[in-house]
């Protein structure tokens, strides 16, 4: 009888173990992703600088351009 406790605690336990390691794996692969994700929005902000360098570089600005067309 006491066995018959200990050895649903064991499966309990293996159970949750099996469950944390599904978990673990569905985090991983999340974590992966993401840094997958992060890589190429890098890459992508490092072309567009690229692509407009003034910009980047706190270049001059004549408040008149900035105005809206109908003034």
Not at 10 to 26: G, R, V
Request: charged share 30%.
């Amino acid at each position: 009888m006491h066995d018959d406790g200990i050895a649903q605690r064991l499966e309990s336990l293996e159970i949750k173990a099996s469950f944390m390691e599904d978990l673990l794996d569905q985090l991983n692969l999340t974590i992966y992703r993401q840094q997958e994700l992060i890589d190429r929005l890098a890459r992508e902000v490092i072309q567009l600088r690229q692509q407009v360098p003034e910009a980047g570089q706190g270049a001059a600005r004549n408040p008149r351009d900035e105005l809206p067309p109908h003034y």
